[in-house]
Structure formats: C-alpha cells, structure tokens
C-alpha cells in the first residue's frame, strides 16, 4: 500500500467542494515563498500553468495540489496536510472572502511510511 503524500481535513474537502461549485475544476499551488506564497493558494485549474518542476503531491476532492521543487525539496519526508479554518485568506487565493483560509500543516513520516512513498511525479517530466 502507498503512502499519501498529501491529505485534506473534513473542513478542507467541504470547501474545496464549494469553491469547485462556485468556480469549477480548482487547483492549489504551495510555492514555499514569502508573503502569500507560505500558504496554499486555491485558483482555477485554467488560470495555472505548472512549471516543469513543479511536484504533483496528489488529488483531493477532484483538485490537484502542486508544490514548488524548492519548497518539496525541503518537505519531501513530511506528509501534507490541508485545512480549512475561519479567517482571511491571502488576496490572490479563491478561499479569500469565504470566511475560511486554506493552511497547510505538515508531520514527519514514520519509517514505514517512507519505505511506502509512491515515485515523485513532476509536471513537466
């Protein structure tokens, strides 16, 4: 069996299935950068364009969620965790002015999860 690398809360999956109502296929893209770029940002799957070495960490509810190398890089041994908790989002993410903010959490994989990790899949490659 293999590990997930990627995650979604109850409160995750309910908003991301709302903002896919409301906007349609969504995407969400964690560069690992400063400022807004800490945190997940939720836009529509039409409006991002992956780079090649961007990693696909996996599917939840029907939304494909992508990290930056750099940020993978650093997070590769840490399963992801996405949330959805009251507040504000940053001004560029499809979650801003739903009340909720999407976050990521992150925890460390056992060693057996590590022996069951899938391959790494790049966009691009």
Same mark, same amino acid.
């Given at each position: 069996?293999? =590990?997930?690398?990627? !995650? @979604? +809360?109850?409160? @995750?999956?309910?908003?991301? *299935?709302?903002? =896919? ?29 992956? !780079? ?24 590769? #041994? +840490?399963? +992801? ?7 504000? !989002?940053?001004?560029? !993410? ?9 976050? +990521?959490?992150?925890?460390?994989? #056992?060693?057996? *999860? ?12």
């Amino acid at each position: 069996m293999m =590990t997930d690398r990627v !995650s @979604a +809360t109850p409160s @995750a999956i309910a908003l991301i *299935e709302q903002l =896919t109502i409301a906007h349609g296929p969504i995407v969400f893209f964690q560069s690992g950068g400063c400022c807004e770029g800490s945190g997940p940002l939720c836009m529509p799957a039409r409006e991002f364009h992956p !780079s090649p070495s961007d990693v696909v960490l996996g599917e939840l509810a029907g939304a494909i969620f992508y990290m930056g190398d750099s940020h993978f890089s650093f997070a590769e #041994n +840490t399963h +992801t965790i996405l949330d959805a908790v009251p507040g504000s !989002s940053g001004s560029f !993410s499809l979650d801003c002015g739903s009340g909720q903010a999407f976050i +990521t959490r992150g925890r460390l994989y #056992n060693d057996q *999860e590590l022996k069951q990790l899938p391959p790494v899949v790049r966009y691009g490659y």
